[in-house]
């Protein structure tokens, strides 16, 4: 990208502005090197290469690339008592379009028919940092305290900032600062709405057993990727969060853009 020109001469157009100079080709490499895969230099958090997996195979470009297998593999069980009780936490191992360690915190029988399953996503800024610009905190604390009263699992993956990662995250809300929705935000950086992906949710509910889910979300679009997936999805129970000044934008912002929905789906 920048192997003619200046950085000085750089520009990324969004909607409401224009950014230009060395930030502007900053976000403009990140968005290359989040997009293109297995590359060198991928930018989201959660994300690591290796040469030595897959086959090895020539891309339209001309430029060889390796294509993984997408694969996950159960590492550990142990008990986890917590504030909001006894649980267990299982660990895996996820090597696919993203490697990652997604956990499963279970609490009473979860096996079967119709068990409540929370596929929750990381958000450091809320959940560890204790940020008010979304629901993402409150969202997980409520899920674990429904599996403790009707037995459940909450699986949690590291998805920072629907897949685009902490930092390219980070650009996002100093984005969403000069007026751009979240979805308007992502965009402006060249990445999709959601890039996230559920690729390990089948294999980790039929390692433990869950034959088909009543899951804990307001959004549509996760339910459709996990029945694509193949999970059998009965329903929906919804999670009500809520606002507050800082969030009630971007909670708005989901269901106008994003098709949340706060009741049954
Ligand atoms: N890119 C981006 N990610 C965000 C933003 N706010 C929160 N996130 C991330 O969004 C993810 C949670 O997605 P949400 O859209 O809030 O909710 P959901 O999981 O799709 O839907 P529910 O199951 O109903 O909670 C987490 O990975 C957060 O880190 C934002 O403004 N921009």
Known sequence: ????????????????????????????????????????????????????????????????????????????ECALPTSKGLFRLRAYRHQGRKRHEPVVMVAGEAKGEGVHVRVHDQCQTSEVLGSQRCDCREQLDASLKHIQAHGGAVIYLQQEGRGIGLANKVAAYALQDGGLDTVDANRA????????????????????????????????????????????VLGNIPIVIPTNEHNAKYIQSKVQRMGHLIDSL
């Open 189 to 232: 950086l060249g990445f999709g709405d959601d890039e996230r992906s559920y690729e390990c949710v089948p294999f980790i509910l039929e390692d433990m057993g869950v034959s088909s889910v009543k899951l804990m979300t307001n959004n549509p679009f996760k339910v459709d990727s996990l029945r694509e997936l193949g999970v059998n």
């Open 1 to 76: 990208m920048c192997g003619h020109g200046k950085l000085s001469d750089v520009q990324v157009h969004f909607f409401g502005g224009v950014l230009s100079g060395e930030h502007a080709a900053r976000l403009l490499q990140h968005s290359a090197n989040a997009t293109s895969g297995s590359s060198a230099g991928n930018t989201s958090a959660e994300e690591s290469s290796s040469a030595e997996e897959g086959a090895a195979v020539r891309g339209g470009s001309g430029r060889i690339t390796r294509k993984r297998k997408a694969q996950t593999s159960f590492v550990s």
